[in-house]
């Protein structure tokens, strides 16, 4: 069986398709040489399972996103009092490249703005740029599963293309917050950003991220620290989005770091990560198909954050045979999260002719999880004799859709 949620991000890419709005980036002249029509959405769960749509596997460059891993080391090699030395975890208000510095103490308001980030590469533990790259890129291939490299040619237009950034550097070091020469700084700083990824790439470590740091698919082997995965999140969700982090915040609802090649990760906890990539960018230096998606995403799978499940029970309780049939028993509170394992777990098939989904033992579930149950079980009732169990009648709310499907 062919998952759903595959059909719905086709559905979502081919809606958002045709929208022209925003330009490619300017200013370095690899970036402009982007096809505005690229396109690409992927989705990786927390249980391993990743779906995409569009260009999900064609390579470009991190470069803001860049900022989160070299982040993470700088937090890992420093610890947190010495990086809050330097730098803060404010929201700026201000577009990404603006001079953000606190009057007082000279730090820039957070790490995710050029400044910040600047400052941070410069807390990344080596003997020299190369090195600091090389452990950031090592980062980012553990994160996401696959030796990833730097595009050298986008390394260079970054390094053509950073006047501004030196002189943000510069002035870091007249306020004591860079150790090295400026310059210096600025190269790794651009050969980070430089670093190649997918969208499958970026929502597998968004997916790590959600998870809490844990592998999502080598038995939730320990990639990242615990504390530096909640600290990245919350600054994410403050921060990572440059001026627009509070329209985002209301609208979204999901922790995400944007980059000028057209790419959003998105993480949110203990669900999925989401990437989309598509390189016209609005006045605030956000993919504008990518930020059309994730409010498409976050309205129809009600993945907002502050939209909670009051209970952490998992969502699928037993798979048994019985009599013939084979029973999908699901409990508790299921939200989108809970019912694609259970469209995970519906593709890869049944032993018997006979399949029950059984809700007896759900006792909340919402338009999301609903919507997507009715599409599994209707695409089961075309291979198996399927029916639901559904005594608390928690099927009923919402649109009618269940051809082929019987309820009890």
């Not at 004799?385 to 082929?404: C, F, H, Q, T, W």
Request: hydrophobic residues 40%.
């Amino acid at each position: 069986m062919r998952s759903p949620i595959d059909d719905y991000l086709e559905q979502v890419l081919n809606d958002y398709r045709d929208a022209d709005g925003g330009t490619v980036m300017t200013g370095n002249r690899e970036l402009e040489k982007a096809d505005p029509s690229s396109f690409g959405i992927a989705l990786a769960t927390v249980d391993g399972t990743v779906y995409t749509a569009g260009d999900a596997d064609h390579e470009f460059s991190m470069q803001s996103i860049a900022k989160l891993p070299a982040y993470a080391l700088a937090l890992r090699d420093r610890g947190l009092d010495a990086v809050l030395d330097r730098v803060d975890t404010e929201p700026s208000g201000d577009a990404f490249n603006e001079i953000s510095l606190e009057a007082e103490t000279g730090r820039p308001r957070n790490a995710l703005i050029n400044a910040g980030a600047i400052a941070v590469h410069a807390m990344v533990d080596g003997g020299d740029a190369t090195e600091r790259v090389e452990r950031i890129a090592d980062l980012v291939s553990t994160l996401t599963g696959r030796e990833l490299g730097i595009d050298e040619a986008m390394r260079d237009a970054e390094m053509a293309s950073d006047d501004h950034n030196t002189a943000l550097a510069y002035l870091l070091r007249s306020a004591g917050k860079l150790d090295y020469e400026p310059e210096e700084v600025v190269d790794g700083y651009a050969a980070q950003c430089a670093i190649t990824v997918t969208c499958r790439d970026l929502a597998v470590m968004g997916s790590v991220l959600a998870n809490g740091g844990l592998s999502t698919t080598k038995n939730d082997e320990r990639l990242l620290e615990g504390w530096i995965t909640r600290h990245l999140l919350s600054v994410m969700a403050t921060c990572g989005m440059y001026d627009g982090s509070g329209s985002w915040m209301t609208k979204v609802g999901i922790p995400a770091k944007s980059g000028v090649s057209g790419a959003i990760l998105g993480v949110l906890p203990g669900q999925i990560g989401v990437a989309v990539w598509s390189p016209r960018l609005d006045e605030q230096g956000n993919s504008t198909r990518g930020v059309a998606v994730f409010e498409r995403l976050s309205r129809d799978m009600e993945l907002h954050m502050m939209h909670v499940a009051p209970s952490g029970m998992p969502a699928l309780r037993s798979v048994e045979q019985r009599d013939g049939e084979t029973v999908v028993e699901l409990q508790g509170d299921v939200r989108f999260a809970g019912a694609e394992i259970i469209a995970s777990r519906a593709c890869q098939g049944f032993p018997t002719d006979k399949v029950v989904l059984d809700l007896t033992h759900v006792r909340v579930m919402d338009d999301a999880a609903r919507g997507l149950l009715r599409e599994v079980a209707k695409r089961l009732g075309d291979e198996y004799d399927a029916r639901i169990e559904d005594p608390n009648d928690l099927m009923d709310s919402g649109p009618d859709d269940r051809d082929g499907v019987d309820e009890q």
